[in-house]
């Protein structure tokens, strides 16, 4: 089928992490240049775009079902495109698999959609962007906000490490940082457009490497946006620990714009199962960083990702896990059964977890950690928190909001009961009483 001006409608549904919510703001940005018109519903599309995770077998296989429904269903005469990580990692297989998908394409041809565009509105129906042979940061000359207050900067694209469970390196190529002069450009002009709070992103983004002679590393480049006027609040995610230097407490403790939060991933509290998931760290040396953040000036809070069930895994190895969660006592977590990903080592390894055992285990984990987070949270009542308004919930009456250290905090204020007259309180800041806790989240009042 052939695009006419007429018919440059399309619509976009994002699967997966920060990044990929990044991506499809440049693919909208990239989309709305080229004279297409964003719309809210399938139906009303004439281009159906799926920005895709291959994380996990389930978000993979979330993306096809939607694929076949909508198709099958309503999808008559519309064109289909399937981008990001699956694409990436399935390649042009997704042709054969969905003979009505006609553009498949990685998120490193992004800045190459315009001409990918052409072809399709040329009636080409196997349109494809998958090469990974780049040394540039994935950066598009339009990038369309989602958020008028808070905005995502890519900062390093890629990762060289090889996790023996992760397909990142095969979905997203080796490392690439930007200059560190690009990045605090893009910086000055959020701050200059009214962007409040600024998100570092990265697949790892403390492997950052400025390629510039300027050569700062990720806790320089930190200190340099948390610097940047205009800015009230710095965030980042996400780290390695084999990465992450003292340098990066150190700045966190100097700059109360750097959001006293660090989400590091830890998969496994055991340092057998750390070694076959080739993670480059042992327990201890998880521990030792863990130690820093909690010696620091400021109080940090510190999230995690776990993994249950990885090949090999024992009672043992498990119990280790269970005791990491004692000993740090994160504030949240996210934790996963093990999922067998294409191209990866662990594909290869012997000891494969029974299904029922990875389900048992992953209950046992969201049970102790939520006894975790009903005690960490409780200490909270009676404190005083800084929060960034980002909406209103009108079923609870409560304005939604979020503190530096990333918790979500919903409260009533005397003076606003609610938006009204076109007025609101998002993208303000305000001082709350937590009055309530919950594992996870916080309710509370304003005060002056």
Not at 114 to 136: H, I
Not at 140 to 154: C, E, G, M, Q, V
Request: charged fraction near 25%; proline fraction near 4%.
């Amino acid at each position: 089928m052939k695009v006419t001006p007429s018919m440059k409608t399309f619509y976009i549904e994002t699967f997966g992490c920060q990044m990929n919510a990044h991506d499809s703001e440049k693919v909208i940005g990239t989309l709305v240049s080229e004279g297409y018109s964003q719309v809210e519903n399938l139906e009303a599309a004439d281009l159906i775009l799926y920005n895709t995770c291959s994380i996990r077998d389930k978000a993979e296989q979330k993306v096809f079902h939607r694929l076949d429904t909508f198709k099958k269903n309503q999808g008559n005469g519309k064109i289909f495109g399937v981008l990001g990580c699956v694409a990436q990692q399935e390649g042009e297989r997704i042709f054969e698999r969905a003979p009505y998908v006609s553009l498949v394409a990685g998120s490193a041809s992004y800045a190459k959609l315009p001409e990918m565009l052409v072809q399709l509105e040329a009636g080409n129906r196997r349109v494809t962007g998958l090469s990974l042979d780049t040394e540039e940061a994935f950066e598009t000359p339009f990038t369309r906000r989602d958020n008028p207050h808070r905005a995502y900067i890519t900062i390093i694209e890629g990762c060289d490490k090889s996790c023996a469970y992760c397909v990142v390196p095969f979905t997203r190529g080796p490392e690439r940082s930007r200059t560190s002069e690009s990045v605090l450009k893009e910086a000055r002009e959020l701050a200059r457009m009214g962007y409040l709070e600024i998100q570092l992103l990265g697949q790892n983004v403390n492997s950052y490497r400025d390629p510039s002679p300027a050569g700062l590393d990720f806790a320089r480049l930190l200190r340099a946006v948390g610097e940047v006027e205009g800015i009230r609040r710095v965030r980042f995610t996400t780290s390695h620990p084999r990465d992450f230097i003292k340098d990066i407490v150190e700045a966190i403790e100097d700059n109360p714009v750097l959001c006293n939060h660090v989400h590091l991933p830890v998969q496994s509290g055991s340092s057998k199962i750390l070694d076959r998931m080739q993670r480059l760290y042992t327990r201890d040396d998880y521990l030792r960083r863990i130690e820093w953040m909690k010696n620091a000036r400021r109080n940090i809070s510190i999230t995690t990702d776990i993994i249950v069930g990885f090949p090999g895994e024992t009672e043992a190895d498990f119990e280790d896990t269970l005791s990491l969660l004692d000993e740090v006592g994160y504030d949240s977590l996210f934790n996963f059964k093990y999922s067998r990903r294409p191209n990866t080592p662990a594909l290869a390894l012997e000891d494969q977890i029974p299904e029922e055992e990875k389900i048992r285990r992953l209950a046992v984990v969201q049970e102790k950690q939520r006894g975790i987070q009903i005690r960490r949270n409780s200490e909270l009542i009676g404190s005083v928190e800084e929060v960034f308004v980002e909406g209103y919930n009108q079923a609870t009456g409560q304005w939604i909001g979020r503190t530096t250290q990333n918790r979500m905090l919903n409260f009533v204020h005397p003076a606003h009961a609610g938006p009204k007259d076109g007025e609101t309180l998002a993208g303000s800041y305000w001082n709350v009483r937590v009055t309530r806790a919950s594992p996870n989240s916080f309710a509370g009042e304003a005060v002056n």
